[in-house]
């Protein structure tokens, strides 16, 4: 069966940490792979995805993820968080079968 | 990125009634769009399928009769929740599918069924 998991629910960081958010999928077939990112009081919004090409994507605000398929991962980094970056990350993969997602992290950055 | 709109935003209704959630994709015609149910801290589940022009397509779990869904038009779905009851209560998200496979999301309605 199809999924998505988040490993890390909660995450708390001061500024200026290295962030990592695990993210592991379950998908036969061609996979798609995206992060949405929920800021307090806003809608989900697109990070950064992955289609095919240089498993190492970079989307806004200094994110990256890379995507490991012997790991069947796409973790997501970010080397220097800021207090703006607190939100809910959520783990997504598309493709042959419906869109899912993982159960999200909420980050919070400790100013 | 793509505009969605929800509206309302907020909205509180008594138990029994029904409510109607306006899904709009504002600049670009969306032939898939999706409705989700967030609870409190969990993540989003996918409710149904929006298809233009056809029916939609519902998870499992979710009563079609109970949450009715209508994609009249490329730019428009609604999801009507009928006979509503304190359960209900949650944070309704639309999205749109665009290019790429990339959804876009409404800012969300939040349901209060007393």
């Known amino acids: 069966a199809q999924s998505v998991s988040q490993h890390n629910h909660h995450v708390i960081l001061s500024e200026a940490a290295s962030l990592e958010l695990g993210c592991n999928y379950s998908?036969?077939?061609?996979?798609?792979l995206f992060w949405y990112v929920q800021y307090p009081g806003q809608h989900l919004q697109l990070l950064l995805k992955?289609?095919?090409?240089?498993?190492l994507v970079k989307g806004i605000k200094g994110f990256e993820a890379e995507f490991i398929k012997s790991k069947f991962s796409f973790n997501l980094r970010k080397p220097s968080v800021q207090w703006s970056d607190t939100a809910e990350y959520f783990c997504?993969?598309?493709?042959?079968?419906?869109?899912?997602f993982g159960t999200g992290t909420r980050l919070k950055v400790l100013a | 990125g793509a505009v969605v709109s929800q509206h309302p935003s907020r909205v509180i209704c008594k138990s029994g009634t029904s409510v109607k959630i306006e899904c709009r994709s504002l600049?670009?015609?969306?032939?898939?769009m999706f409705w989700y149910r967030q609870f409190p801290k969990q993540s989003l589940m996918l409710m149904a399928t929006?298809?233009?022009?056809?029916?939609?397509?519902?998870e499992q779990g979710v009563e079609k009769d109970k949450f009715l869904i209508n994609h009249a038009s490329l730019t428009l779905s609604t999801l009507t929740v009928t006979s509503a009851h304190p359960e209900d209560s949650s944070f309704y998200i639309c999205?749109?599918?665009?290019?790429?496979?990339?959804?876009?999301f409404g800012p969300g309605t939040r349901l209060t069924v007393l």
């Open positions: 998908y036969g077939g061609t996979v798609n």
């Open positions: 600049d670009f015609q969306a032939t898939t």
């Open positions: 992955y289609f095919s090409g240089d498993p």
């Open positions: 999205s749109s599918r665009g290019a790429g496979d990339t959804q876009y």
């Open positions: 997504a993969a598309s493709g042959t079968y419906k869109y899912i």
């Open positions: 929006s298809n233009e022009g056809s029916k939609a397509t519902y």
